[in-house]
């Protein structure tokens, strides 16, 4: 506040009041997990492609900055979340006056922004036009709440009449307002008759300089002579060099040109005097009709704000309402309990993209989306292990978890039949390969501090998913590292973070016979004359192997390298101790047996 104070030479008058923040309020999402979730940006830096311009449907500005506001923090108040689904819900119920609300929202203007310009003394008359345009609105916008009732006919009651103001501006304000005061005009003719008096002195008096122009020209019989005006001369007569032997002797040369001589006369010279102050008196007056103007909005700046935030939430409620009726979303159900439970889930921007003709993957034939169920309890199947062959969408359906709890604890409807979210207090991600070489962090280096960041931070209310934990490293280390980081999630022998965990190490699906609380699932596909094909769908029970050679093929690489990678594997899978390669390339490392303890004492045998 000193800041803006020191900078504005005044304490700034916008500023409404100062709310504690509380961690324990909101759900945390850390720059990392927007970052792998694409909340506000997709992973190519852009708008598109990103979890806010998929649900973004609003219509004002004030709108969109709220809706990124509630997706930044989103609250942990079930009573709250419970009121914005609800109005989600009433207003879904009335498409025809759902499309007469958003209509009128459309003509509400950035009420927030225009008052801290006018009240820090950064001001125009197209910002008050804004004001009057946003006031006129408000009798169309409380008559179609009230009508709805309910939930919206109660925010009806707490948008003031501001009808004083709207009587006032819509009387003074022309209809087309100029971008600065010094242009004037910014009054509507017979608003104020002093100002109309000035303004007809003005007219009067050029009226008065299209008449001169006349009987100069009979006058002289000079047909091409000119009453002209320019801002360093103000008004003078021209005359054309061929025309100069019958300039009048009471003409005064006030320049030469290339063309001609420019005169002025002692009666153009007062009647310029008489234009001149004429124009200043009326630029004088309209600026203090403005200020008059500014500060009867000023006076109900406390009531325009609070209003302009209820019409900012209602924007956004309305267009996840039209979002709802769009795509099939559905009201998820919220408590205080720790089960996930998603049926027929969605990834709410895969989906979109894949029936959007402009998006790459709509290009590719993506055809529809598969959706999958999901099932997670901290005192239950707290860890999900996913398994199965790249490009079958392991990351997009852990990621679309994550999506819908997020969207659930917006407040928003989410894409799935069926939903019940016991709210979570954090979000966390790991997902996607990425490197910070700035700061001297490896791929792998950054993706052991963001674990790290999960491990120490995760509470038995949190929702965590990894991608790939251990890949940045050798087999044996990176293994490892998983192996660790499964058991140490699982190592409260009653509750734990909710976690879904996709994997290519197959070793760590023994860990399901040890850890009480972990499933095994896989993304299913089919084979077909040594090809696959992917049908995205998660089923129960672990992957039987990772199809890598299948999908190297589907990638395109050259057919003798895919025959080579053949033999190597089957070799690599049978008794054999070792495997014979090329005398330019080291031997493979044989086949180990290795013994390592798990819960309980118990011990499993790896290759």
């Known amino acids: 506040m000193q800041y803006a104070t020191d900078n504005l030479?005044?304490?700034?008058?916008?500023?409404?009041?100062?709310?504690e923040y509380r961690s324990t309020r909101t759900l945390l999402l850390d720059p990392a997990t927007l970052r792998n979730l694409e909340v506000f940006q997709s992973s190519r830096a852009?708008?598109?492609?990103?979890?806010?311009?998929?649900?973004?449907?609003?219509?004002?500005?004030?709108?969109?900055?709220?809706?990124?506001?509630?997706?930044?923090?989103p609250p942990l108040e079930l009573s709250e979340l419970i009121r914005r689904q609800g109005l989600v819900g009433d207003l879904q119920q009335a498409p025809a006056k759902l499309a007469e609300l958003?209509?009128?929202?459309?003509?509400?203007?950035?009420?927030?922004?225009?008052?801290?310009?006018?009240?820090?003394?950064?001001?125009?008359?197209?910002?008050?036009?804004?004001?009057?345009e946003t006031v006129l609105q408000l009798p169309t916008l409380k008559?179609?709440?009230?009508?709805?009732?309910?939930?919206?006919?109660?925010?009806?009651?707490?948008?003031?009449?501001?009808?004083?103001?709207?009587?006032?501006?819509?009387?003074?304000?022309?209809?087309?307002?100029?971008?600065?005061?010094?242009?004037?005009?910014?009054?509507?003719?017979?608003?104020?008759?002093?100002?109309?008096?000035?303004?007809?002195?003005?007219?009067?008096?050029?009226?008065?300089?299209?008449?001169?122009?006349?009987?100069?020209?009979?006058?002289?019989?000079?047909?091409?002579?000119?009453?002209?005006?320019?801002?360093?001369?103000?008004?003078?007569?021209?005359?054309?060099?061929?025309?100069?032997?019958?300039?009048?002797?009471?003409?005064?040369?006030?320049?030469?040109?290339?063309?001609?001589?420019?005169?002025?006369?002692?009666?153009?010279?007062?009647k310029e005097k008489e234009i001149f102050h004429a124009e200043e008196n009326a630029l004088n007056r309209e600026r203090e009709l403005f200020a008059t103007l500014v500060s009867a909005v000023l006076d109900d700046s406390v009531g325009l704000a609070q209003t302009a935030d209820l019409l900012a939430e209602l924007d956004?409620?309305?267009?996840?309402?039209?979002?709802?009726?769009?795509?099939?979303?559905?009201?998820?159900?919220?408590?205080?309990?720790?089960l996930l439970e998603i049926i027929d889930g969605r990834h709410p921007v895969v989906e979109q993209m894949l029936k959007d003709p402009r998006s790459a993957v709509a290009a590719g034939g993506?055809?529809?989306?598969?959706?999958?169920?999901?099932?997670?309890?901290?005192d239950d199947a707290q860890i999900a292990l996913i398994t199965g062959p790249n490009m079958a969408g392991k990351s997009t359906y852990?990621?679309?978890?994550?999506?819908?709890?997020?969207?659930?604890?917006?407040?928003?409807?989410?894409?799935?039949?069926?939903?019940?979210?016991?709210?979570v207090d954090r979000i966390f991600s790991r997902v996607g390969a990425s490197d910070d070489l700035a700061r001297g962090n490896s791929t792998f280096m950054v993706e052991m501090n963001e674990t790290a960041n999960i491990l120490n931070n995760a509470t038995e209310r949190s929702l965590i998913i990894l991608d790939e934990i251990g890949r940045g490293?050798?087999?044996?280390?990176?293994?490892?590292?998983?192996?660790?980081?499964?058991?140490?999630?699982?190592?409260?022998?009653?509750?734990?973070?909710?976690?879904?965990?996709?994997?290519?190490?197959?070793?760590?699906?023994?860990?399901?016979?040890?850890?009480?609380?972990?499933?095994?699932?896989?993304?299913?596909?089919?084979?077909?004359?040594?090809?696959?094909?992917?049908?995205?769908?998660?089923?129960?029970?672990?992957?039987d192997r990772s199809y890598g050679i299948q999908v190297a093929r589907l990638a395109g690489l050259p057919l003798s390298v895919i025959d080579r990678a053949k033999t190597l594997l089957a070799k690599l899978e049978s008794d054999d101790s070792a495997v014979e390669l090329p005398a330019v390339a080291p031997k493979a490392r044989p086949k180990k047996k290795i013994t390592v303890a798990v819960a309980d004492d118990a011990q499993l045998n790896l290759l």
Not at 318 to 336: H, I, Q
Request: with cysteine; net charge positive.
């Open 9 to 19: 030479c005044a304490k700034p008058e916008n500023l409404r009041s100062l709310r």
């Open 46 to 73: 852009t708008r598109d492609g990103s979890l806010l311009a998929a649900i973004n449907r609003t219509g004002t500005a004030p709108g969109a900055r709220l809706l990124e506001r509630w997706l930044a923090s």
């Open 102 to 132: 958003r209509e009128a929202l459309l003509h509400v203007r950035d009420i927030p922004r225009i008052l801290r310009r006018l009240q820090n003394r950064l001001r125009n008359p197209r910002e008050l036009g804004g004001v009057k």
């Open 143 to 270: 008559t179609l709440l009230t009508e709805w009732g309910g939930q919206l006919g109660e925010m009806a009651l707490q948008i003031p009449d501001f009808e004083s103001l709207r009587t006032l501006l819509s009387a003074a304000l022309a209809d087309e307002l100029p971008a600065d005061i010094a242009d004037g005009n910014l009054i509507r003719p017979g608003y104020d008759a002093p100002l109309d008096q000035l303004r007809s002195l003005t007219s009067g008096n050029k009226t008065w300089l299209s008449d001169l122009e006349r009987t100069e020209q009979e006058r002289t019989g000079i047909k091409s002579l000119k009453v002209r005006y320019n801002s360093v001369f103000g008004y003078y007569i021209e005359i054309t060099k061929a025309n100069l032997h019958l300039a009048p002797a009471d003409y005064v040369r006030k320049q030469t040109t290339a063309n001609g001589e420019r005169y002025i006369t002692d009666g153009l010279k007062q």
């Open 316 to 338: 956004v409620l309305a267009g996840w309402a039209v979002l709802a009726r769009e795509w099939n979303y559905t009201r998820p159900e919220l408590d205080e309990g720790s």
């Open 366 to 378: 993506g055809g529809s989306f598969v959706p999958n169920d999901t099932v997670l309890a901290s």
């Open 398 to 423: 852990i990621r679309q978890v994550a999506l819908i709890t997020l969207l659930a604890q917006i407040g928003c409807w989410v894409p799935a039949s069926r939903c019940r979210v016991g709210l």
């Open 473 to 543: 490293t050798s087999t044996y280390d990176g293994l490892s590292i998983a192996w660790a980081v499964v058991e140490h999630l699982h190592r409260d022998p009653v509750l734990g973070p909710r976690t879904l965990f996709a994997t290519h190490y197959q070793e760590l699906t023994q860990l399901e016979k040890h850890l009480p609380r972990m499933r095994n699932f896989s993304v299913a596909v089919k084979e077909w004359n040594d090809e696959i094909v992917f049908v995205r769908r998660v089923v129960a029970g672990a992957a």
